[in-house]
């Protein structure tokens, strides 16, 4: 099920920009990032670089242009036919096994999409709907770290696209 895309080194390069400007932003204005975010730095721009290029590479997978934005933070990274998309993106962990939640914060309504970089080539894991997993307090954790709980969820739960919307 997942699907593989891959990035051209130029929109590799422009999904940089946008990364780094999100960051810059956050300096700029010093806005902390939250849920005890500990990271230097130097690892806020590699995430928010990583991030960025799973946001292009989903707007791929969906045939639409990358919708550039700037510290939009819980708000949808992608709106397509009126669809709000959450897009979740993390690197390869060293098990194998992606690490999948949903904050608290979300609503029923959103539409979650799941993404490891593998720069260039990024892996849409797949989707799905909020609601399927938020308030259910058995899925709660914190990974044993120093973080407000969030709903954990596995890979065989999530869906390709044309089986929610």
Known sequence: MPEIIRLTPYEISIAAQVGCMRVTE????DQKWGHNYSGSVYKQFADSISGACAEFAVAQYLKILPQ?????????????????????????????????????????????????????????????????????DTRLTNF?????PVYQLQVNELKELKDIV
């Open 144 to 148: 044993g770290k120093p973080r407000p």
């Open 26 to 29: 956050s300096l700029r204005t």
């Open 68 to 136: 550039i934005h700037c510290n939009n933070f819980d708000r949808a990274d992608i709106i397509v036919n009126g669809t709000q998309i959450q897009v979740k993106s993390q690197t390869p962990k060293p098990n194998g096994k992606p690490l999948l939640y949903i904050r608290q914060n979300a609503h029923d309504g959103e539409l979650f999409c799941f993404v490891v970089d593998k720069s260039p080539e990024f892996e849409i894991l797949g989707f799905i709907m909020a609601k399927d997993i938020i308030n259910d």
